[in-house]
């Protein structure tokens, strides 16, 4: 790419950023997928108070969706573990658009979503670590900080965290705030992309097709656009079509058959 401005334009990333009522601060936590679901804040308060990630996690997650404008429910559109076929993962923003300060450093429920996240993630929580970096890199409830952000992505990335494992690779690729590694890119891409994230998924087949941070293979290369195609990435569709004209039939075939074997035994 000519400029870092480009590059980070076209560095995709999967979000749904969703509209909705704010919750009361003393209604239920309505997600079904967690044992707090029952608990008023004042009671998740009191657990958090205990030194429990999870209810840390979960109480600067409710601060974090009221300071943004979202329900509860919103905050399973950042999560990592989303499904594979889901149609909004072709709904994306730009990289820049999570490095960029969103001006919103002094809203009280962001800076009260950040005090939780941060003690959710110095004791290890996950999704605390990502959502802390979220924080730091967009300057919600906190200075906009780019260093802290790659600090606690990659802390997330390196607990295995998918989406946290691409946005390192960012990181590395375009040099902000580390030196300019491709081959550590390439790494994390993977890592992310083995996981079923689409868009690490189009970025290393770009980098296979490239030759960047990784030796050049047509045959990989395709393998990754068709398979983050499949998974909604709108971009890869065109992108493996353009890689494919370096391979025969069969290779073509061969790719298509791995992709295959692929999606049924990474099937959620």
């Known amino acids: 790419m000519n400029s870092k401005v480009t590059f980070l334009i076209l560095l995709s990333l999967a979000f749904c950023w969703l509209g909705a009522n704010n919750t009361e601060a003393n209604s239920k936590l309505t997600t079904s997928d967690s044992e707090y679901s029952s608990l008023t804040i004042p009671e998740l308060t009191a657990l958090a108070e205990t030194a429990n990630s999870d209810a840390q996690y979960y109480l600067g997650l409710h601060y974090y969706n009221q300071g943004k404008g979202h329900s509860y429910l919103d905050s399973k559109d950042y999560s990592c573990n989303r499904k594979l076929s889901d149609p909004a ?3 994306s923003l730009c990289i820049h658009e999570l490095i960029k300060d969103s001006g919103q450093s002094d809203d009280k429920c962001l800076r009260d979503a950040l005090k939780w996240f941060k003690m959710a993630a110095e004791l290890g929580n996950i999704e605390a670590q990502y ?6 890199g967009r300057g919600e ?5 780019l260093t802290e952000a790659f600090r606690w992505y990659l802390a997330a990335a390196e607990h295995g965290h998918a989406l946290s494992q691409y946005l390192v690779g960012c990181f590395y690729e375009s040099g902000i705030k580390v030196e300019k590694n491709c ?3 390439a790494k994390w891409f993977h890592l992310s992309a083995e996981q079923g994230y689409n868009n690490a998924q189009h970025r290393l087949g770009l980098c296979y097709s490239k030759g960047i941070g990784i030796e050049k293979d047509y045959a990989k290369a395709y393998f990754w656009l068709l398979l983050a195609a499949a998974n909604g990435c709108e971009y890869a569709s065109k992108d493996g079509d353009k890689v494919s004209s370096n391979l025969t039939k069969q290779q073509k075939l061969d790719v298509v058959d791995r992709v295959t ?6 099937r959620r």
């Not at 074997?261 to 990474?266: E, P, Y």
């Open 261 to 266: 074997k692929w999606t049924g035994n990474h």
């Open 183 to 185: 081959a550590e890119a």
């Open 89 to 91: 993962c072709a709904d």
């Open 131 to 136: 959502y802390l970096g979220l924080c730091y």
């Open 141 to 145: 409830g906190v200075s906009h900080d």
